[in-house]
């Protein structure tokens, strides 16, 4: 019988269009924008309508921050009100059957979708830290933010231009944060995604709104010759493909559908290539990138076109507390395009930590549900790990900062690196961790566990010595928000 189901449901698939799945306004995306006086009126009263001509408006990448002369905003400690507007393209609104609103904010915002108010909160949005937080190492607002599911209000799509509108008060308190920025998912609210690359497997994620059945079409060329099924309903969509050929370039759609709606819903056709057995390899490195600003987006962009085989993150992926709801504006709204083609694979950082009103483990544990890395053998989870890809061995290492957890060469994890780095035949072994070796910035005189060394010191005398025994040639590191590189020492 499931066979038989499996046969009309893939006919139907063969049949569905695909949908306008995905983010339609992103954090990063241009807006138009008017910033007024707080408590002033609205610079037209059509401000919102679709039709409304914004061409005399400023225009600049949300995630804009306060301070901003270029964008002509209000110096430190003066508030405001911010009228914004952004213009997307909608190819088939019958195919969009889920929506969803995310605005991070300072004091509130009112959203409208052509015109027609969809979603309203009052309250603040972002707590800023404590001299009492600061002491105890939270140096980041953190950021409360408003989702809303706007399924109901897709009916006011049309085809072709339509508008995204959002107003709302800021501050005026923080030079680094941005006002107001929000982001329109359609379809799956996360993803599609690819992690845990190896030479013959991936697994493929994505988020629907509602339970729906899981369904990745697969092959060699766009045909997608191949099926990889799950019944059950969920929302968190998790399908391990494997028996691939390594350095392979393959073809992957995913679709959806449940009872209430059994028409598929489906995503464009994407492709990854699997990991090599051996072999040059090209790959990059970055950290510390969660701010949620235009900068971010602009990096982002400069990464996707790099071309690289796979990227490594070195921690602090989320300023304002790691939530899932953080992950989606700070991690997926920037890197799912380059993500549902490239693996990432990411260590976490000591903002890893902060989430839900402060610095705990709630924080490394939505981490660790949101991405889905390799494993160890010591504690079976990803706080560390190592992958193979090419010519190269990698180790990510859990080492936040000192504050969190400290290092030391009696723990289980300093005895699995140096088994692990042994047990590779690799010609290059790298490591990367959050929290650095010999730097010199704003951290390099941190002595965050309070036993009269300097974190780096105990870093150096710790890692160093392993990495000459085994034959580690680079070490990938973040923390400090700055550039460093050495002259060559000891040979």
């Known amino acids: 019988m499931f066979s038989r189901f499996l046969s009309a449901w893939l006919m139907c698939v063969s049949l569905a269009a695909t949908a306008d799945s995905g983010d339609l306004v992103r954090i990063g995306d241009l807006w138009r924008f008017q910033k007024l006086p707080a408590a002033a009126s609205p610079p037209d009263r059509n401000w919102a309508q679709r039709e409304f001509d914004d061409s005399r408006w400023r225009f600049a990448a949300s995630g804009l921050q306060i301070v901003d002369e270029d964008v002509g905003l209000a110096p430190r400690g003066a508030p405001g009100y911010i009228f914004q507007r952004r213009a997307f393209t909608v190819r088939d609104p019958a195919s969009i059957r889920a929506l969803v609103l995310r605005v991070e904010h300072e004091e509130g915002y009112v959203a409208y ?73 359609a379809n799956f609210t996360r993803g599609p995604f690819i992690q845990n690359s190896t030479t013959g497997s991936v697994q493929i994620i994505w988020r629907t709104a509602t339970p729906a059945s899981s369904v990745v079409r697969y092959g060699l060329s766009p045909s997608l010759s191949q099926t990889a099924m799950s019944s059950e309903l969920v929302t968190e969509h998790v399908v391990t493909l494997t028996g691939l050929a390594p350095d392979t370039k393959y073809f992957y759609q995913v679709c959806s559908t449940n009872s209430d709606d059994p028409e598929p819903m489906c995503g464009n056709v994407e492709w990854f290539r699997t990991l090599k057995s051996a072999g040059p390899i090209t790959f990059a490195a970055l950290g510390d990138s969660g701010d949620g600003s235009s900068a971010q987006s602009q990096i982002a962009s400069v990464l996707r076109g790099l071309g690289a085989e796979l990227v490594i993150h070195v921690g602090d992926l989320v300023y304002g507390g790691f939530s899932d709801a953080t992950a989606d504006t700070r991690i997926f709204n920037f890197y799912q395009p380059h993500m549902k083609n490239t693996p990432f694979f990411c260590t976490p950082g000591n ?36 992958f193979d890809h090419g010519d190269a061995h990698f180790v990510s290492l859990y080492n936040p900062w000192f504050a969190n957890y400290v290092f030391t060469n009696e723990s289980p994890q300093f005895m699995w690196l140096t088994n692990d780095l042994a047990m590779s035949n690799k010609k290059w072994k790298f490591l990367f961790f959050h929290s650095p070796a010999a730097h010199s910035g704003l951290h390099a005189g941190r002595d965050n566990d309070n036993n009269g060394v300097p974190d780096q010191t105990q870093v150096i005398e710790l890692l160093l010595p392993a990495a000459v025994t085994y034959g580690v040639q680079l070490i990938f590191a973040g923390h400090d928000h700055n550039f460093e590189k050495f002259a060559p020492s000891n040979g």
Do not use: K, W
Not at 153 to 174: D, F, H, M, P
Not at 362 to 374: A, D, E, K, S, W
């Open 113 to 185: 979708l052509n015109g027609v108010e969809v979603a309203r909160h009052q309250g603040r949005g972002i707590r800023y830290p404590t001299p009492e937080d600061i002491a105890a190492g939270m140096e980041d607002p953190l950021l409360t933010l408003g989702v809303h599911d706007l399924s109901e209000a897709r009916s006011l799509l049309i085809e072709g231009e339509n508008v995204l509108s959002v107003e709302g008060a800021y501050t005026g308190e923080s030079a680094s944060l941005l006002s107001l920025a929000a982001t329109l998912t």
């Open 351 to 386: 903002h890893e930590h902060n989430c839900c009103g402060g610095i705990d483990d709630r924080g490394i544990t939505n981490y660790q549900n949101v991405f889905y890395l390799p494993t160890n053998s010591v504690t079976g989870t990803e706080h560390f790990y190592s």
